[in-house]
């Protein structure tokens, strides 16, 4: 492929057409109807050879968008206040005192972006505490509970010096700073440097130029605020209420890096490197292209024998302060020139998996070899799938990504790591090590090819996936009496459960499987 030309793509707009359209496009195959949801570089990805297949892939993502954008406004409303009822029961201790202290004139009003103010997300699964912390705290002595900072990010060290897929420490690391991405900048803070004793760096509300508004949330904290060993960047999820991260989920739109393969359109623009409305602002910040269509990276490796050291130069100030890959890009690299012994680890849950993985894909697109080679590890959980085959080994080959340094985790039926659907006509394809735990909280390391449920719509799978909810609802009964006060579930994880019977992979999605996963493996 002639990287100097503008790429292909294929967009799905569920926004354009109706029901009428949809119908012909599926049924009779119409081409007039189908190029009312589809914008493409190829024709031939309309119709032409297209099969009953390609057109019913499409169609489901459209009704599942449509259905969405239909009940966006309620949905949003209705998490806003169900979120908001939640923290006004906690803050008032549970919900007969809240009833006391209303009929005294005393009850405590829970204030939106306050440190004590928790998501959804925080109410399904109420642990912050982190597994090595926890050890250290339970198994010391009086003199070493007062060990200073030094000892502590030592600590950080020696977990750094374990393999990826066999470092318990690090992978509880990451699955609670996923989790912990979904609350506030003030509750982030707090957790991070009062419980976790580590030290916060900054939050980032960064703007996606598609949807208009500023729905990409990350942090990043270190060890220490000085001579850091470890530096953790944590993306935040798709949120239960939140109508654009789930649309996104449901996106079938891809766009073709050249030499790199196909890429998840919605996962670029929540990334803030282009908009697909115009698709050469993807070009201009994903290749680094200027309005000529020449390759900016080119001119500038040409300048300059060392990689990666100017690329920087072609993100604005204006981008760098609105686009969350170049404003973690930049803190990264001031960081890792601060802290010169200090590695870096990106994590997410999600949406949240899918970015973190995007994120050092395109430093290694943009040849930021000096700063790939300061990555510990990535760790993703319950990811959606973000590319095509050919990106995967790329990744893979480069080794920059490769087996070594990426672990991707999935729990038993989690929906979202089958989405978008891996069939022949999208192709979309993990890759990396998937750690597999099934609902025993087995733990299965695996390639890609051999995840059960691929698809997770298969007809086969259908029985097995309603019998599992209803264990799960069962074990969620017993996880205190059998592991212990960390493990018993909330009111809303059981009520969380009970919908799960219905749908079981969104249940299976919530993060507090994750933690589990990870803590009790081997311990069934």
Known sequence: MDSDRRSDYFTVRSENGGIRDLYRFLVLADIASGNKFIETSNEDCVMGRDTWDHRWVIFISIIVRKIIAFFGKPMEWTGYCFEFFLNLISDNGNILRLLLNLLQGKAVIPKRGSETFISVIGHLDGRIDLLLLHKKTTSSTAIEEEEDDDTSASLWRRVLQQPLNNNTSLMDLCIMTSKLAYENAKVVRNVVNQHWKMHFVDFYNCWNDYQKEKSTKVFIMSDKAEDASLIVIGFRGTEPFNVDN????????????PKLGKVHMGFIEALGLGNR????????????????????????????????????????????????????????????????????????HSLGGALAILFPTVLVLHK????????????????????????????EEEDMIGRSRYLRVVYCNDIVPRLPLDNKTFLYKHFGVCLYYDSLFVEKNMDQDDEPNPNYFGFQFLIPEYFNAVWELIRSITMGCRYGPDYRETWLSLLLRVAGLAFPGLSAHAPSNYVDSIRLAGKS
């Open 368 to 395: 930021e070899k000096e700063v790939m080679e300061r990555l510990a590890g990535v760790y993703t959980f319950g990811q959606p799938r973000v590319g095509n085959r050919e990106l995967g080994r790329l990744m």
């Open 246 to 257: 789930w649309s996104t989920d449901f996106d079938y739109s891809w766009y073709e890096i």
């Open 277 to 348: 409305a115009d698709i050469s602002t993807f070009d201009q910040a994903v290749l680094l292209k200027d309005n000529n269509n020449n390759n900016v990276l080119k001119e500038e490796e040409k300048e300059s024998p060392s990689s990666g050291s100017n690329s920087s130069s072609s993100s604005s100030p204006e981008m760098v302060e609105r686009s969350a890959y170049y404003a973690v890009r930049s803190k990264l690299k001031s960081m890792l020139k601060q802290h010169e012994k200090a590695k870096f680890v990106v994590t997410g």
